[in-house]
Protein backbone atom coordinates (compact mmCIF):
# COMPACT_ATOMS: atom_id res chain seq x y z
CA UNK A 1 0.00 0.00 0.00
CA UNK A 2 3.05 2.30 1.05
CA UNK A 3 4.09 1.57 -2.18
CA UNK A 4 1.36 2.29 -4.11
CA UNK A 5 0.89 5.76 -2.55
CA UNK A 6 5.23 6.35 -3.16
CA UNK A 7 4.07 5.70 -6.69
CA UNK A 8 1.30 7.94 -7.38
CA UNK A 9 3.59 10.67 -5.42
CA UNK A 10 6.17 10.20 -8.02
CA UNK A 11 4.24 9.89 -11.09
CA UNK A 12 1.83 13.58 -9.60
CA UNK A 13 5.35 15.21 -9.38
CA UNK A 14 6.38 13.85 -13.09
CA UNK A 15 2.98 15.13 -14.47
CA UNK A 16 3.51 19.05 -12.73
CA UNK A 17 6.56 18.89 -14.29
CA UNK A 18 5.59 17.85 -17.90
CA UNK A 19 2.67 20.03 -17.30
CA UNK A 20 4.72 22.88 -17.16
CA UNK A 21 7.14 21.87 -19.78
CA UNK A 22 3.63 21.87 -22.13
CA UNK A 23 2.26 25.24 -21.32
CA UNK A 24 5.20 27.11 -21.63
CA UNK A 25 5.45 25.69 -25.22
CA UNK A 26 5.25 27.80 -28.38
CA UNK A 27 5.55 26.02 -32.03
CA UNK A 28 7.91 27.32 -33.78
CA UNK A 29 7.63 30.21 -36.45
CA UNK A 30 10.73 29.22 -38.22
CA UNK A 31 14.22 27.22 -38.34
CA UNK A 32 16.69 27.80 -35.63
CA UNK A 33 19.96 28.59 -36.46
CA UNK A 34 21.38 24.76 -36.95
CA UNK A 35 18.29 23.72 -39.20
CA UNK A 36 18.67 26.96 -41.12
CA UNK A 37 22.38 26.61 -42.04
CA UNK A 38 21.92 22.47 -43.34
CA UNK A 39 18.85 23.91 -45.17
CA UNK A 40 20.83 26.76 -47.29
CA UNK A 41 23.67 25.31 -47.72
CA UNK A 42 23.03 20.98 -47.49
CA UNK A 43 21.71 21.02 -50.92
CA UNK A 44 25.07 22.85 -52.54
CA UNK A 45 27.59 21.75 -50.35
CA UNK A 46 26.77 17.93 -50.50
CA UNK A 47 24.18 17.63 -53.37
CA UNK A 48 21.48 15.41 -51.27
CA UNK A 49 17.89 16.26 -51.64
CA UNK A 50 16.77 14.86 -48.57
CA UNK A 51 18.61 16.65 -45.62
CA UNK A 52 17.64 14.40 -43.00
CA UNK A 53 20.15 11.74 -45.10
CA UNK A 54 22.46 14.47 -45.45
CA UNK A 55 22.47 15.14 -41.77
CA UNK A 56 22.49 11.50 -40.54
CA UNK A 57 25.44 10.56 -43.10
CA UNK A 58 27.43 13.18 -43.99
CA UNK A 59 27.04 16.08 -41.05
CA UNK A 60 26.24 13.97 -37.88
CA UNK A 61 28.47 11.08 -39.65
CA UNK A 62 30.64 10.25 -36.85
CA UNK A 63 27.34 10.12 -34.76
CA UNK A 64 25.98 7.33 -36.95
CA UNK A 65 29.32 5.27 -37.19
CA UNK A 66 29.30 5.18 -33.18
CA UNK A 67 25.55 4.38 -33.51
CA UNK A 68 26.42 1.66 -36.03
CA UNK A 69 28.99 0.00 -33.36
CA UNK A 70 26.42 0.28 -30.82
CA UNK A 71 23.75 -2.01 -33.16
CA UNK A 72 26.39 -4.36 -33.79
CA UNK A 73 27.29 -4.52 -29.67
CA UNK A 74 23.84 -5.02 -28.84
CA UNK A 75 23.24 -8.10 -31.42
CA UNK A 76 27.10 -9.32 -29.85
CA UNK A 77 25.72 -9.26 -26.55
CA UNK A 78 21.85 -11.06 -27.60
CA UNK A 79 24.50 -13.90 -29.52
CA UNK A 80 26.53 -13.77 -26.00
CA UNK A 81 23.49 -14.28 -23.88
CA UNK A 82 21.44 -16.57 -25.82
CA UNK A 83 24.75 -18.97 -26.40
CA UNK A 84 24.36 -22.79 -26.64
CA UNK A 85 25.18 -24.12 -23.62
CA UNK A 86 27.22 -26.96 -25.18
CA UNK A 87 30.93 -27.59 -25.60
CA UNK A 88 31.00 -27.26 -29.20
CA UNK A 89 32.37 -24.09 -29.92
CA UNK A 90 33.38 -24.85 -33.44
CA UNK A 91 31.23 -22.94 -36.11
CA UNK A 92 30.95 -25.87 -38.29
CA UNK A 93 29.71 -28.11 -35.31
CA UNK A 94 26.96 -25.61 -34.12
CA UNK A 95 25.87 -25.60 -37.70
CA UNK A 96 25.74 -29.28 -38.10
CA UNK A 97 23.94 -29.23 -34.57
CA UNK A 98 21.20 -26.31 -35.99
CA UNK A 99 20.64 -28.85 -39.06
CA UNK A 100 19.72 -31.98 -36.91
CA UNK A 101 17.29 -29.89 -34.73
CA UNK A 102 15.82 -28.31 -37.83
CA UNK A 103 15.38 -31.90 -39.23
CA UNK A 104 13.92 -32.96 -36.01
CA UNK A 105 10.46 -31.16 -36.49
CA UNK A 106 10.60 -28.68 -33.13
CA UNK A 107 8.29 -26.12 -35.03
CA UNK A 108 4.81 -26.73 -36.61
CA UNK A 109 4.98 -26.57 -40.47
CA UNK A 110 3.13 -23.58 -41.81
CA UNK A 111 0.08 -23.81 -44.14
CA UNK A 112 -0.09 -23.92 -47.68
CA UNK A 113 -1.41 -20.50 -48.50
CA UNK A 114 1.07 -19.22 -45.80
CA UNK A 115 4.19 -20.89 -47.82
CA UNK A 116 3.15 -19.75 -51.32
CA UNK A 117 2.59 -16.30 -51.01
CA UNK A 118 5.67 -16.06 -48.90
CA UNK A 119 7.68 -17.71 -51.75
CA UNK A 120 6.01 -14.32 -53.86
CA UNK A 121 6.60 -12.17 -51.81
CA UNK A 122 9.51 -12.90 -50.41
CA UNK A 123 11.82 -11.27 -53.39
CA UNK A 124 9.78 -8.55 -53.53
CA UNK A 125 10.02 -7.06 -50.21
CA UNK A 126 14.24 -7.86 -50.47
CA UNK A 127 13.63 -6.19 -53.71
CA UNK A 128 11.79 -2.89 -51.64
CA UNK A 129 14.39 -2.98 -48.82
CA UNK A 130 16.89 -2.47 -51.41
CA UNK A 131 15.40 0.31 -53.60
CA UNK A 132 14.67 2.06 -49.90
CA UNK A 133 18.51 2.21 -49.15
CA UNK A 134 19.36 3.55 -52.16
CA UNK A 135 17.41 5.90 -53.12
CA UNK A 136 17.75 7.14 -49.69
CA UNK A 137 19.52 10.30 -50.11
CA UNK A 138 16.26 11.37 -53.03
CA UNK A 139 12.98 9.67 -50.62
CA UNK A 140 11.98 9.37 -47.49
CA UNK A 141 14.07 6.27 -45.99
CA UNK A 142 17.73 5.15 -45.97
CA UNK A 143 20.19 2.04 -44.54
CA UNK A 144 18.34 1.91 -41.03
CA UNK A 145 14.85 1.39 -43.00
CA UNK A 146 16.18 -0.55 -45.32
CA UNK A 147 17.85 -3.32 -43.32
CA UNK A 148 14.77 -2.99 -41.12
CA UNK A 149 12.66 -3.80 -44.44
CA UNK A 150 15.49 -6.60 -45.50
CA UNK A 151 15.01 -8.21 -41.84
CA UNK A 152 11.55 -8.60 -41.91
CA UNK A 153 11.81 -10.53 -45.27
CA UNK A 154 14.20 -12.87 -42.90
CA UNK A 155 11.22 -12.91 -40.43
CA UNK A 156 8.95 -13.80 -43.51
CA UNK A 157 10.95 -16.93 -44.15
CA UNK A 158 11.68 -17.65 -40.67
CA UNK A 159 7.79 -17.86 -40.30
CA UNK A 160 6.60 -19.91 -43.48
CA UNK A 161 9.40 -21.71 -43.35
CA UNK A 162 10.60 -22.48 -40.09
CA UNK A 163 12.67 -25.20 -41.29
CA UNK A 164 14.98 -23.37 -43.27
CA UNK A 165 18.33 -22.23 -42.35
CA UNK A 166 20.30 -18.88 -42.19
CA UNK A 167 23.72 -19.31 -42.62
CA UNK A 168 26.18 -17.64 -39.54
CA UNK A 169 29.12 -17.70 -41.38
CA UNK A 170 27.74 -15.25 -44.76
CA UNK A 171 25.70 -13.66 -42.04
CA UNK A 172 29.56 -13.21 -40.11
CA UNK A 173 31.01 -12.65 -43.70
CA UNK A 174 28.89 -9.92 -44.79
CA UNK A 175 28.83 -8.07 -41.76
CA UNK A 176 32.24 -7.99 -41.34
CA UNK A 177 32.69 -6.44 -44.87
CA UNK A 178 30.03 -3.60 -44.94
CA UNK A 179 31.34 -2.97 -41.93
CA UNK A 180 34.89 -2.97 -42.99
CA UNK A 181 33.90 -1.12 -46.04
CA UNK A 182 32.14 1.88 -44.45
CA UNK A 183 35.47 2.92 -42.04
CA UNK A 184 37.22 2.63 -45.06
CA UNK A 185 34.96 5.17 -47.45
CA UNK A 186 34.78 7.40 -44.16
CA UNK A 187 39.07 6.99 -43.96
CA UNK A 188 39.23 8.17 -48.29
CA UNK A 189 37.35 11.15 -47.49
CA UNK A 190 40.41 12.08 -44.64
CA UNK A 191 42.40 11.44 -47.69
CA UNK A 192 40.82 12.79 -50.62
CA UNK A 193 38.32 15.17 -48.98
CA UNK A 194 37.72 17.83 -46.35
CA UNK A 195 37.43 14.98 -43.53
CA UNK A 196 36.38 11.84 -41.54
CA UNK A 197 33.19 11.16 -43.81
CA UNK A 198 33.11 13.34 -46.15
CA UNK A 199 30.92 12.38 -49.40
CA UNK A 200 32.74 14.46 -51.85
CA UNK A 201 34.74 11.70 -52.63
CA UNK A 202 32.70 10.98 -56.01
CA UNK A 203 31.45 13.32 -58.19
CA UNK A 204 28.57 14.93 -57.04
CA UNK A 205 26.59 14.40 -59.87
CA UNK A 206 23.52 15.54 -61.49
CA UNK A 207 21.06 17.18 -58.39
CA UNK A 208 18.33 15.07 -57.95
CA UNK A 209 19.88 11.70 -59.80
CA UNK A 210 19.89 8.36 -58.72
CA UNK A 211 24.08 8.52 -58.70
CA UNK A 212 24.01 11.58 -57.04
CA UNK A 213 24.92 13.00 -54.22
CA UNK A 214 29.05 11.53 -54.08
CA UNK A 215 29.04 8.88 -51.73
CA UNK A 216 25.98 8.97 -49.81
CA UNK A 217 24.31 6.22 -51.85
CA UNK A 218 27.08 3.60 -51.32
CA UNK A 219 27.76 4.69 -47.35
CA UNK A 220 24.22 3.83 -47.21
CA UNK A 221 23.98 0.67 -49.53
CA UNK A 222 26.45 -0.34 -46.41
CA UNK A 223 24.99 0.60 -43.49
CA UNK A 224 21.72 -1.04 -44.97
CA UNK A 225 23.18 -4.54 -45.20
CA UNK A 226 25.22 -4.24 -41.97
CA UNK A 227 21.81 -3.27 -40.63
CA UNK A 228 19.99 -5.93 -42.35
CA UNK A 229 22.21 -8.63 -41.58
CA UNK A 230 22.95 -8.11 -37.53
CA UNK A 231 18.98 -7.62 -37.28
CA UNK A 232 18.69 -10.96 -38.89
CA UNK A 233 21.33 -12.38 -36.87
CA UNK A 234 19.48 -11.11 -33.80
CA UNK A 235 16.13 -12.66 -34.45
CA UNK A 236 17.96 -15.90 -36.02
CA UNK A 237 19.43 -16.05 -31.82
CA UNK A 238 15.90 -15.60 -30.49
CA UNK A 239 14.43 -18.10 -33.01
CA UNK A 240 16.70 -20.98 -32.09
CA UNK A 241 14.90 -23.68 -29.66
CA UNK A 242 17.02 -24.59 -26.73
CA UNK A 243 14.78 -23.63 -23.88
CA UNK A 244 15.95 -26.48 -21.63
CA UNK A 245 17.21 -26.09 -17.92
CA UNK A 246 20.85 -24.49 -18.05
CA UNK A 247 23.77 -26.42 -17.13
CA UNK A 248 26.28 -24.98 -15.13
CA UNK B 1 -16.02 23.99 -35.31
CA UNK B 2 -12.93 22.48 -33.21
CA UNK B 3 -10.48 24.78 -31.45
CA UNK B 4 -7.15 25.97 -33.57
CA UNK B 5 -4.98 24.48 -31.41
CA UNK B 6 -1.30 23.46 -33.23
CA UNK B 7 -0.72 20.53 -34.01
CA UNK B 8 2.58 19.63 -32.58
CA UNK B 9 1.36 20.79 -29.32
CA UNK B 10 -1.17 17.22 -29.49
CA UNK B 11 1.53 15.32 -30.31
CA UNK B 12 3.44 17.01 -27.06
CA UNK B 13 1.04 16.46 -24.74
CA UNK B 14 0.34 12.68 -26.04
CA UNK B 15 3.99 12.03 -25.80
CA UNK B 16 4.55 13.34 -22.46
CA UNK B 17 1.20 11.03 -21.30
CA UNK B 18 2.80 8.36 -22.84
CA UNK B 19 5.85 8.48 -21.08
CA UNK B 20 3.49 8.44 -17.91
CA UNK B 21 1.55 5.61 -18.57
CA UNK B 22 4.84 3.85 -19.88
CA UNK B 23 6.50 4.25 -15.98
CA UNK B 24 3.25 4.30 -14.66
CA UNK B 25 3.43 0.26 -15.95
CA UNK B 26 7.43 -0.14 -15.25
CA UNK B 27 6.52 0.98 -11.95
CA UNK B 28 3.58 -1.20 -10.75
CA UNK B 29 3.84 -4.65 -13.04
CA UNK B 30 6.11 -7.41 -11.29
CA UNK B 31 6.15 -9.76 -14.65
CA UNK B 32 10.19 -8.61 -16.32
CA UNK B 33 8.07 -8.71 -20.07
CA UNK B 34 5.64 -6.34 -18.85
CA UNK B 35 8.32 -4.17 -17.54
CA UNK B 36 10.12 -3.96 -20.81
CA UNK B 37 6.82 -3.33 -22.65
CA UNK B 38 6.55 -0.26 -19.92
CA UNK B 39 10.07 0.77 -21.55
CA UNK B 40 9.19 0.46 -24.95
CA UNK B 41 6.69 2.62 -24.53
CA UNK B 42 8.26 5.35 -22.67
CA UNK B 43 10.83 5.14 -25.47
CA UNK B 44 7.95 6.02 -28.39
CA UNK B 45 7.07 8.73 -25.98
CA UNK B 46 10.53 10.34 -25.82
CA UNK B 47 10.84 10.48 -29.92
CA UNK B 48 7.11 11.58 -30.13
CA UNK B 49 8.38 14.60 -28.23
CA UNK B 50 11.37 14.99 -29.76
CA UNK B 51 10.09 15.22 -33.05
CA UNK B 52 6.63 17.41 -32.04
CA UNK B 53 9.66 19.76 -30.84
CA UNK B 54 11.36 20.05 -34.34
CA UNK B 55 8.05 20.83 -36.02
CA UNK B 56 7.69 24.06 -37.24
CA UNK B 57 4.32 25.69 -38.04
CA UNK B 58 3.25 24.81 -41.57
CA UNK B 59 6.15 23.01 -42.92
CA UNK B 60 6.80 20.00 -44.93
CA UNK B 61 9.12 17.39 -45.00
CA UNK B 62 12.71 18.61 -45.35
CA UNK B 63 12.89 16.94 -48.79
CA UNK B 64 14.05 19.10 -51.32
CA UNK B 65 12.44 18.64 -54.52
CA UNK B 66 10.34 19.58 -57.42
CA UNK B 67 7.45 20.52 -55.28
CA UNK B 68 9.68 22.33 -52.48
CA UNK B 69 12.49 24.53 -54.92
CA UNK B 70 15.62 25.71 -53.48
CA UNK B 71 14.40 28.91 -53.28
CA UNK B 72 11.43 28.17 -50.78
CA UNK B 73 13.11 25.41 -48.64
CA UNK B 74 14.50 27.91 -45.49
CA UNK B 75 10.57 29.01 -45.26
CA UNK B 76 9.01 25.56 -45.49
CA UNK B 77 10.67 22.70 -44.54
CA UNK B 78 10.97 21.54 -41.04
CA UNK B 79 13.86 20.90 -38.74
CA UNK B 80 16.27 18.47 -39.95
CA UNK B 81 18.20 18.22 -36.72
CA UNK B 82 15.80 16.62 -34.72
CA UNK B 83 14.34 14.22 -36.75
CA UNK B 84 18.19 12.34 -37.40
CA UNK B 85 18.24 12.29 -34.16
CA UNK B 86 15.31 10.66 -33.21
CA UNK B 87 15.97 8.24 -36.45
CA UNK B 88 19.27 7.38 -34.41
CA UNK B 89 17.58 6.75 -31.27
CA UNK B 90 14.42 4.26 -32.48
CA UNK B 91 17.44 1.79 -33.62
CA UNK B 92 19.08 1.96 -30.83
CA UNK B 93 15.90 1.76 -28.88
CA UNK B 94 15.37 -1.47 -30.94
CA UNK B 95 18.98 -3.06 -29.92
CA UNK B 96 18.50 -2.15 -26.26
CA UNK B 97 15.13 -3.80 -25.95
CA UNK B 98 16.95 -7.08 -27.81
CA UNK B 99 19.56 -6.97 -24.88
CA UNK B 100 16.89 -6.67 -22.07
CA UNK B 101 14.54 -9.57 -23.58
CA UNK B 102 17.92 -11.84 -23.70
CA UNK B 103 18.44 -11.30 -20.40
CA UNK B 104 14.63 -11.68 -19.41
CA UNK B 105 14.80 -15.09 -21.18
CA UNK B 106 18.46 -15.97 -19.40
CA UNK B 107 17.04 -15.37 -16.15
CA UNK B 108 14.18 -17.61 -16.98
CA UNK B 109 16.52 -20.29 -18.10
CA UNK B 110 18.16 -20.51 -14.72
CA UNK B 111 15.33 -19.64 -12.72
CA UNK B 112 12.28 -20.46 -14.21
CA UNK B 113 10.56 -17.39 -12.94
CA UNK B 114 9.89 -14.03 -14.71
CA UNK B 115 8.07 -12.47 -11.53
CA UNK B 116 11.08 -9.94 -9.81
CA UNK B 117 9.72 -10.64 -6.41
CA UNK B 118 10.60 -14.29 -6.54
CA UNK B 119 14.51 -12.85 -7.33
CA UNK B 120 15.40 -11.84 -3.72
CA UNK B 121 18.86 -12.66 -3.00
CA UNK B 122 20.08 -9.73 -4.98
CA UNK B 123 17.80 -7.53 -2.39
CA UNK B 124 19.77 -6.05 0.51
CA UNK C 1 -11.50 23.76 -43.17
CA UNK C 2 -8.59 21.14 -43.91
CA UNK C 3 -6.75 22.57 -40.73
CA UNK C 4 -9.92 21.04 -38.69
CA UNK C 5 -9.62 17.95 -40.40
CA UNK C 6 -6.09 17.60 -39.42
CA UNK C 7 -6.61 18.86 -36.04
CA UNK C 8 -9.22 16.44 -35.39
CA UNK C 9 -7.35 13.24 -36.95
CA UNK C 10 -4.51 14.08 -35.03
CA UNK C 11 -6.95 14.08 -31.92
CA UNK C 12 -8.29 10.67 -32.92
CA UNK C 13 -4.51 8.94 -33.08
CA UNK C 14 -3.22 10.63 -29.85
CA UNK C 15 -6.59 9.02 -28.32
CA UNK C 16 -5.57 5.72 -29.70
CA UNK C 17 -2.05 6.01 -28.77
CA UNK C 18 -3.05 6.29 -25.06
CA UNK C 19 -5.62 3.88 -25.20
CA UNK C 20 -3.50 1.61 -26.74
CA UNK C 21 -0.54 2.48 -24.17
CA UNK C 22 -3.06 1.79 -21.74
CA UNK C 23 -4.22 -1.26 -22.54
CA UNK C 24 -0.90 -2.17 -22.73
CA UNK C 25 -0.16 -2.05 -19.24
CA UNK C 26 -3.42 -2.92 -18.03
CA UNK C 27 -4.54 -6.23 -19.99
CA UNK C 28 -3.58 -9.51 -18.09
CA UNK C 29 -2.77 -11.18 -21.05
CA UNK C 30 1.06 -10.86 -22.48
CA UNK C 31 0.33 -11.31 -26.10
CA UNK C 32 -2.46 -8.92 -25.96
CA UNK C 33 -0.61 -6.29 -24.24
CA UNK C 34 2.34 -6.53 -26.80
CA UNK C 35 0.00 -6.42 -29.48
CA UNK C 36 -1.03 -3.37 -27.91
CA UNK C 37 2.41 -1.63 -27.56
CA UNK C 38 2.61 -2.49 -31.38
CA UNK C 39 0.05 -0.88 -32.26
CA UNK C 40 1.07 2.81 -30.18
CA UNK C 41 4.05 2.45 -32.31
CA UNK C 42 1.89 2.38 -35.20
CA UNK C 43 -0.12 5.07 -34.51
CA UNK C 44 2.60 7.00 -33.70
CA UNK C 45 4.39 6.88 -36.93
CA UNK C 46 1.17 8.15 -38.57
CA UNK C 47 1.69 10.99 -36.29
CA UNK C 48 5.19 11.80 -37.00
CA UNK C 49 3.38 11.58 -40.90
CA UNK C 50 1.33 14.50 -40.06
CA UNK C 51 4.51 16.24 -38.08
CA UNK C 52 6.67 16.09 -41.86
CA UNK C 53 8.83 13.75 -41.03
CA UNK C 54 8.51 10.61 -43.07
CA UNK C 55 11.68 9.16 -42.21
CA UNK C 56 11.08 8.96 -38.59
CA UNK C 57 7.52 7.42 -39.76
CA UNK C 58 9.06 5.05 -41.94
CA UNK C 59 11.83 3.87 -39.32
CA UNK C 60 9.19 3.76 -36.30
CA UNK C 61 6.81 1.73 -38.88
CA UNK C 62 9.52 -0.64 -39.60
CA UNK C 63 11.44 -1.18 -36.42
CA UNK C 64 9.24 0.04 -33.82
CA UNK C 65 6.28 -1.45 -34.52
CA UNK C 66 7.52 -4.43 -36.91
CA UNK C 67 10.31 -6.27 -35.28
CA UNK C 68 10.34 -5.31 -32.01
CA UNK C 69 6.74 -7.00 -31.87
CA UNK C 70 8.74 -9.89 -32.92
CA UNK C 71 10.97 -10.07 -30.86
CA UNK C 72 8.79 -9.77 -27.92
CA UNK C 73 6.97 -12.83 -29.18
CA UNK C 74 9.87 -15.19 -29.75
CA UNK C 75 11.08 -13.76 -26.04
CA UNK C 76 7.57 -14.86 -24.70
CA UNK C 77 7.83 -17.85 -26.29
CA UNK C 78 10.44 -18.98 -25.18
CA UNK C 79 9.54 -18.24 -21.41
CA UNK C 80 6.19 -20.46 -21.59
CA UNK C 81 5.82 -21.87 -18.57
CA UNK C 82 5.33 -22.10 -14.91
CA UNK C 83 4.02 -18.97 -13.53
CA UNK C 84 4.02 -16.46 -16.63
CA UNK C 85 0.77 -14.91 -15.91
CA UNK C 86 -0.72 -16.28 -12.88
CA UNK C 87 0.12 -13.67 -10.29
CA UNK C 88 0.11 -10.01 -12.29
CA UNK C 89 -1.16 -6.94 -10.79
CA UNK C 90 -0.89 -8.17 -7.02
CA UNK D 1 -20.92 28.61 -47.94
CA UNK D 2 -18.85 28.33 -51.05
CA UNK D 3 -18.44 26.31 -53.70
CA UNK D 4 -16.77 23.38 -52.68
CA UNK D 5 -14.97 21.20 -55.77
CA UNK D 6 -14.85 17.56 -56.45
CA UNK D 7 -11.24 16.56 -55.30
CA UNK D 8 -12.28 18.95 -52.28
CA UNK D 9 -15.03 16.88 -51.65
CA UNK D 10 -13.66 13.47 -51.70
CA UNK D 11 -11.09 14.23 -49.29
CA UNK D 12 -13.77 15.54 -47.13
CA UNK D 13 -15.83 12.40 -47.24
CA UNK D 14 -12.35 10.05 -47.10
CA UNK D 15 -11.59 11.72 -43.98
CA UNK D 16 -15.05 11.31 -42.26
CA UNK D 17 -14.73 7.77 -42.99
CA UNK D 18 -11.37 7.08 -42.57
CA UNK D 19 -12.31 9.04 -38.93
CA UNK D 20 -14.85 6.76 -38.17
CA UNK D 21 -13.12 3.69 -39.27
CA UNK D 22 -10.26 4.05 -36.98
CA UNK D 23 -13.10 4.89 -33.72
CA UNK D 24 -14.25 1.61 -34.49
CA UNK D 25 -11.49 -0.16 -34.54
CA UNK D 26 -10.22 1.22 -31.83
CA UNK D 27 -13.75 0.51 -29.76
CA UNK D 28 -12.91 -2.85 -31.30
CA UNK D 29 -9.77 -2.95 -29.85
CA UNK D 30 -10.54 -1.99 -26.26
CA UNK D 31 -13.29 -4.00 -25.88
CA UNK D 32 -12.45 -7.09 -27.55
CA UNK D 33 -12.52 -10.46 -25.49
CA UNK D 34 -9.63 -12.33 -26.60
CA UNK D 35 -6.10 -11.74 -28.47
CA UNK D 36 -7.83 -12.68 -31.99
CA UNK D 37 -10.10 -9.99 -32.11
CA UNK D 38 -7.20 -7.46 -31.02
CA UNK D 39 -5.46 -8.86 -33.88
CA UNK D 40 -8.12 -8.42 -36.59
CA UNK D 41 -8.85 -4.64 -34.98
CA UNK D 42 -5.11 -4.35 -36.01
CA UNK D 43 -5.57 -5.52 -39.16
CA UNK D 44 -8.00 -3.53 -39.78
CA UNK D 45 -6.56 -0.21 -38.78
CA UNK D 46 -3.74 -1.33 -40.31
CA UNK D 47 -5.29 -1.35 -43.97
CA UNK D 48 -7.27 2.02 -42.68
CA UNK D 49 -3.99 3.88 -41.65
CA UNK D 50 -2.76 2.80 -45.48
CA UNK D 51 -5.64 5.16 -46.84
CA UNK D 52 -4.92 7.64 -44.45
CA UNK D 53 -1.49 8.25 -45.49
CA UNK D 54 -2.56 8.30 -48.35
CA UNK D 55 -4.98 11.08 -47.77
CA UNK D 56 -2.46 12.99 -45.89
CA UNK D 57 0.66 12.87 -48.78
CA UNK D 58 -2.53 14.18 -51.09
CA UNK D 59 -3.38 17.28 -48.57
CA UNK D 60 0.22 18.14 -48.15
CA UNK D 61 0.86 17.73 -52.11
CA UNK D 62 4.64 15.60 -50.94
CA UNK D 63 3.85 12.52 -53.17
CA UNK D 64 6.95 11.08 -51.18
CA UNK D 65 5.15 10.22 -48.50
CA UNK D 66 3.37 6.86 -50.09
CA UNK D 67 6.62 5.36 -49.64
CA UNK D 68 5.75 5.26 -45.78
CA UNK D 69 2.15 3.61 -47.07
CA UNK D 70 4.44 1.18 -48.59
CA UNK D 71 5.89 -0.14 -45.93
CA UNK D 72 2.69 -0.17 -44.20
CA UNK D 73 1.24 -2.55 -46.62
CA UNK D 74 4.73 -5.30 -46.15
CA UNK D 75 3.93 -4.67 -42.37
CA UNK D 76 0.19 -5.70 -42.41
CA UNK D 77 0.88 -8.70 -43.41
CA UNK D 78 3.78 -9.35 -41.35
CA UNK D 79 1.97 -8.62 -38.00
CA UNK D 80 -0.58 -10.65 -38.53
CA UNK D 81 0.98 -13.28 -40.11
CA UNK D 82 3.29 -13.71 -37.06
CA UNK D 83 0.68 -13.21 -34.31
CA UNK D 84 -1.30 -16.06 -35.98
CA UNK D 85 2.07 -18.22 -35.92
CA UNK D 86 2.30 -17.74 -32.25
CA UNK D 87 -1.20 -18.89 -31.91
CA UNK D 88 -0.82 -21.97 -33.61
CA UNK D 89 2.34 -22.43 -32.01
CA UNK D 90 4.64 -22.14 -35.05
CA UNK D 91 6.68 -19.66 -34.32
Same mark, same amino acid.
Request: glycine residues 10%.
Given at each position: ?146 ? /? ?43 ? /? ?55 | ?124 | ?13 ? %?????? %??? @? ?14 ? @? ?19 ? @? ?29 | ?13 ? !? ?43 ? !? ?20 ? !? ?9
Amino acid at each position: MIKRIIIFIMLGLMAMIFFNLASNYVENESLLKLGRYYAEKGPQELGAPNLVTAVVVTYRGLDTLGEVTVLFISAAGVGLLLRRTRRKQNDEDLEKADRREERAGVHKPASEIVETATQLLLPMVILFGIYVFINGHLSPGGGFQGG /AIIASGTMFLLLALPESHISRILIAVTESLSGFSYVVIGVLGVIL /AGGFLDNRILGLGEYGDLFSAGAIPLIYCFIGLKVGFELSAVLDRFRKDDTGPEKT | MIPDIPISLIALCCGLALILIGLWGMLTQRNMIRIIIGFSLIDTGIHMVMVSIGYVTGGTAPIINDSVPLAEAVKRIVDPVPSALVLTAIVIGLGVTSVMLSFAVRIYKARKTLMIDELTESKL | MYISILVLLTLVLC %AGILLS %ALL @AVILKNNVGAIVSAGL @ASLFASVVYVVLAAPDVAMTE @ASIGSGLTTMIFLYAIRKTQGIDTTSRENK | MTEIGFTELTVIIS !AVLIFFSIVFGIVRLVIGPDTVDRVVAIDLLTIVTIALIALLAHQ !AERYIYLDVGLVYGLLSFLGVL !AVARYLEGGL
